[in-house]
């Protein structure tokens, strides 16, 4: 069998994942065609504003697959094909999920950002203590999409055009992207960047195969990383967006403002994480195919990281012009994802301290010392911001789908669809802090995952035990 025909059957999978446990997901959440939405209860001009589906679909898609899904999954294909079951596997029976749930969750909850969803259903202690941590994430996905953007930007423009001139660049639009009307700014320029992020997709995809390249070299499910690096639990920590990210629950409020009928959460929240799926299997396809080998991707990735392997495949896969529009479409992605990362965090800290955002001095007054953090945080080295990302952001993943599946619970519905991969996170997120030898505490990978497994189970005995309990202060009607 051609090896393309694995890329073909991860291709089927994710769309039949769509509509087969796509279904299955809707059916057990329960949506209410005939309920307001937060968009027509709560209409303010600003961040309640209905808007058609296909524009809240297209802004859904370019919020959450940020930079992640390119770059995550370049660097998982070092482990080899195990990647491409992560990214299909994950995509279905987690990441679309997740983001599925708290998009829908937001919807009942009138439209509340992940802290407040999260304390409606695990208590106010992780109300709070969700509020300093998806700020702290939200500012630091921001200052991770300026850097990646505008060295790709200054690679493709003159001298005088270089990485500071980019920086400051997105930065300034990235704070009128904060402060305007949804509507006005990422309304209207998100179908262009949707039309170049489509374009990249699908050319590449197209290119593999004119050019006649030999998809994945060989297949051999054995762990392939040059450094020796394990598969659990260093795949599902490296390709986040793509499969699963916890950055998509501050996303998914945005949209769910904006939506006119819950039936459309399905297409919308499910249908989004598919398609950033689809895009994770393409590069992670990219990684594993141009290169002969998991060592040829490392030497690439050691001479300019994963924005040199979007280069020197864009221009080889599609010649000149194409190259630069491909190389434009992962631009889109991050810059989609931190104007709204911006956005998510001031909205968060409005809610915080019930702060209301309709006029523009309020929102000036929480965006202005935000971006000023932010700027200062873009001279840290990128490659220890991306470390620190990467695990806070699986970790609210995870914080997220254990919310989700106490609401089902709660609610006498099927919560192993959220409490399952919740379980599974838990033992890869605590197993990745106990391995990681920078910013973890270095163990031994038999220890870290025994540690592990061992939290994995206490959180769900925890769950069973107290995921019935009623939360003060949450929403009977939700």
Known sequence: MPNYVYFLLAVAALF??????????????????????????????????????????????LNIAGVGPVFGPILGALYGPSALLWIVIGTIFAGAVHDYMSGMLSIRYNGANVPTIVGYNLGNAAKQIMRVFAVVL?????????????????????????????VCVIFAYYFLATIMPIDKIIGRFYPVFGAILIFM?????????????????????????????????????????????????????????????????????????????????VWATVGM?????????????????????????????????????????????????????????????AETFNYSQKA????????????????????VNFDII??????????????MLWAAAAYLYRKGRFHWICSLPAVFMTAVCVSYICFERTMGFGMSIELSNTIGVIAAIAAFVAFMLLGRKSVTGAPQNA
């Open 386 to 399: 991306w470390r620190y990302f990467g695990w806070a952001n699986q970790s609210l993943a995870t914080i």
């Open 201 to 281: 997709a699908v050319g590449i995809t197209v290119m593999m195969f004119v050019s006649g390249t030999e998809f994945y070299n060989s297949i051999e499910w054995a762990n392939q990383n040059p450094k020796g690096l394990p598969i659990f639990p260093m795949v599902f920590i490296t390709i986040a967006c793509g499969a699963l990210s916890g950055f998509h629950a501050t996303q998914s409020p945005l949209m769910a403002r904006c939506m006119a009928n819950e039936k459309l959460g399905k297409s919308v929240f499910y249908g989004s994480m598919v398609a950033e799926g689809f895009i994770g299997l």
């Open 360 to 379: 523009v001095p309020p929102r000036l007054l929480i965006a202005v010392p935000m971006f000023l953090i932010g700027i200062i945080l873009s001279q």
């Open 16 to 61: 039949l994942g769509y509509w087969i446990y796509g279904s299955i997901v809707e059916k057990v959440f329960g949506v209410q065609p005939g309920r307001p939405t937060p968009a027509q209860t709560h209409a303010d001009g600003v961040d309640y504003v209905e808007m058609p589906v296909w524009k809240v679909w297209l802004v859904q898609l």
């Open 138 to 166: 939200l500012v630091l996905v921001g200052v991770v999409f300026v850097a990646a953007p505008a060295s790709l930007l200054a690679k493709l423009t003159p001298g005088w055009m270089n990485l500071t001139f980019w």
């Open 289 to 349: 195919s141009f290169y002969h080998g998991p060592e040829a991707l490392q030497a690439a990735l050691a001479n300019g990281g994963p924005g040199n392997v979007v280069t020197q495949s864009s221009f080889a896969l599609m010649g000149g012009v194409g190259g630069v529009l491909a190389i434009l479409g992962v631009v889109a992605l991050p810059i989609t994802s931190g104007d709204t990362a911006f956005r998510a965090a001031r909205l968060t800290i």
